[in-house]
């Protein structure tokens, strides 16, 4: 395995971790609420949780810092947008956890996010090896 292969699957297991952390430990009750609307202060707190672990992730694998900005800023972009989409639908819908189409959406929310891991990772190769 070479050196660059066995950091991307380090990467990916960082950026699995990090997503762990925001998305299920530290959002807080502000940052849960009102996830309909446009600008939610909550939600940009979130999204602001992501960035500050993607840069710890990206920091660790040695990436350079100028990278590490450019990433981070369009994944703090990306992460607000998914999750305003899912509060928007589940709003719209008048979803929550006791209808099977609120897990459906939260299943396209996650598939979304990992889908954004799998894009800074490819920028990571392409800009940053």
């Known amino acids: 395995m070479t050196a660059t292969v066995g950091t991307l699957l380090l990467l990916f297991c960082l950026l699995q971790i990090k997503h762990m952390f925001a998305d299920f430990y530290l959002q807080t009750p502000r940052m849960l609420t009102g996830r309909g609307e446009y600008w939610h202060m909550g939600r940009a707190q979130h999204a602001g949780v992501h960035a500050v672990g993607s840069v710890i992730v990206f920091a660790v694998i040695g990436a350079p810092a100028l990278f590490i900005a450019a990433v981070v800023a369009a994944e703090w972009v990306v992460h607000f947008h998914i999750d305003y989409w ?21 299943g396209a929310d996650q598939a979304m996010h990992q889908l954004s891991y799998v894009a800074m ?9």
């Not at 990772?121 to 090896?129: G, I, S």
């Open 121 to 129: 990772a490819w920028a990571w190769v392409y800009f940053a090896t």
């Open 86 to 106: 899912k509060g928007q639908h589940c709003d719209r819908k008048a979803l929550d956890p006791s209808k099977a189409a609120f897990w459906r959406a939260t």
